[in-house]
Nanobody
Framework: VQLQASGGGLVQAGGSLRLSCAAS????????MGWFRQASGKEREYVGT???????YYADSVKGRFTTSRDNAKKTVYLQMNSLKLEDTAVYYC???????????????WGQGTLVTVSS
């Protein structure tokens, strides 16, 4: 599975942005998909995840503001980010898990990141 994230950019605090992650391969629907982010000088952190059936989990830091969804026909997963905060500034990554088991899933495939910058 190859993943291509897009949709990052500059947005003001309180604004919204939607990230997309397009996957290649014929078995996209078999994979759980995750979103992660890494701010400059910090470790990568988990943002949220969605399985093949639409079950979702989120990190507490984004719960109620971020929503992940997927379109299996388009082989694409989305991350809708609302009420963005300065601390949401980071490079965002999508990842695919063949053996998804919830919020603590491990991921075998990673896309390149897309930068989200939230300004005041």
């Amino acid at each position: 599975v190859q993943l291509q994230a897009s949709g990052g950019g500059l947005v003001q605090a309180g604004g919204s942005l939607r990230l997309s992650c397009a996957a290649s391969g014929r078995t996209f629907s078999n994979y759980g998909m995750g979103w992660f982010r890494q701010a400059s000088g910090k470790e990568r952190e988990y943002v949220g995840t969605i399985n093949w059936g639409g079950t979702v989990y989120y990190a507490d830091s984004v719960k109620g503001r971020f929503t992940t969804s997927r379109d299996n026909a388009k082989k694409t997963v989305y991350l809708q980010m609302n009420s963005l905060k300065l601390e949401d500034t980071a490079v965002y990554y999508c990842a695919a898990s063949r053996y998804w088991y919830g919020a603590d899933s491990t991921y075998e495939y990673w896309g390149q990141g897309t930068l989200v910058t939230v300004s005041s």
